[in-house]
């Protein structure tokens, strides 16, 4: 972890308005109820807006393959040396389908072997997002023998998204989750 205690504590159940306890008490009720969604419900507001936006990326409206998401987003947390976001990341990776080696490769990148030239160009997509804002034209191109428009645009939108929840959670101290391990 970045920091060793929250900057932004998670917002406690007490602290809870009427129409957060409307929204989160069947979350937390019917599943984990991650430090994540407490901090973000810090600003009510954007939470709500953000939450849209992030069920698309994660969601049934993204056109990305659960397990090609997941290499993505575990791309984007080890570059960005975000724990949180690679802790719980590695629970959905296994549960898209990732072994733990494969999920341990992700860390040496695109040229790591064992990967197929897709995996590659999807941890290179990340990694050229990363470092210049733009994905190349000859990792574009190798991603286009497979992917439609739709999906080239959710590639960049799941590692924009998961850039900016890396900016926060590293940023906020956001603590990782009860059971979950980090790097």
Known sequence: MKLSQPRIPP??????????????A??????????????LSR????????????????????RIAPREREILILRVGWLCQAEYEW????????????????????????DAPGWTPFEAALLR?????????????????TLAERY?????MDVVFAVGQYHLV????NSFGVQLDAGVKGF
């Open 125 to 141: 997509a990340t990694d050229e997002l990363h470092h210049d804002s733009c994905i190349g034209d000859a990792t574009w191109k």
């Open 148 to 152: 439609d428009d739709l999906q080239m």
């Open 166 to 169: 890396s900016m926060a959670l």
């Open 26 to 39: 069947p979350i937390k009720d019917s599943q984990p109820f991650y430090n994540v969604l407490g901090t």
């Open 87 to 110: 802790g719980q990341h590695v629970i959905f990776a296994r549960e898209a389908g990732l072994t733990d080696v494969e999920i341990a490769r992700i860390k040496a990148g695109p």
């Open 43 to 62: 600003h009510w507001d954007a939470a709500q807006k953000f939450t849209v936006w992030a069920y698309h990326v994660m969601g049934e409206t993204s």
């Open 11 to 24: 917002l406690a159940e007490s602290e809870w308005t009427a129409e957060q306890r409307k929204v989160l």
